[in-house]
Nanobody, 122 residues
Framework: QVQLVESGGGLVQPGGSLRLSCAAS????????TGWFRQAPGKEREGVSC????????YYADSVKGRFTISRDNAKNTVYLQMNSLKPEDTAVYYC???????????????WGKGTLVTVSS
């Protein structure tokens, strides 16, 4: 059974850091693109970052470039999102999603986790 489970969310002060994890079971992530998406209250879902399954290329939304880093540990079948210099506008539910091969928009992703809440507030 294919499953993605996110973890690592929580409450953090502005300027702080969190590391989100996306653990996969039922398939191996290294051949799949894995993306992080987020949805804030009252806003549309947006793509945050993605790592390609074909060559490991990484992509970032302009709003998180220089602050967030995506990585993959094939041995642990897990993708991480290291989030530094967090801002209140980063507050959202963060979801990971996968699709075979290359990164693609949200509507092209095949499997989704249930999300983890990140709250950035003082």
């Amino acid at each position: 059974q294919v499953q993605l489970v996110e973890s690592g969310g929580g409450l953090v002060q502005p300027g702080g850091s969190l590391r989100l994890s996306c653990a996969a079971s039922g398939f191996t992530l290294d051949a799949y693109a894995t993306g992080w998406f987020r949805q804030a209250p009252g806003k549309e879902r947006e793509g945050v970052s993605c790592i390609s399954g074909s060559d490991g290329s990484t992509y970032y939304a302009d709003s998180v470039k220089g602050r967030f880093t995506i990585s993959r540990d094939n041995a642990k079948n897990t993708v991480y999102l290291q989030m530094n210099s967090l801002k209140p506008e980063d507050t959202a539910v963060y979801y990971c999603a996968t699709a075979w091969g290359n990164c693609r928009p949200a509507d092209g992703m095949e499997y989704w986790g249930k999300g983890t809440l990140v709250t950035v507030s003082s």
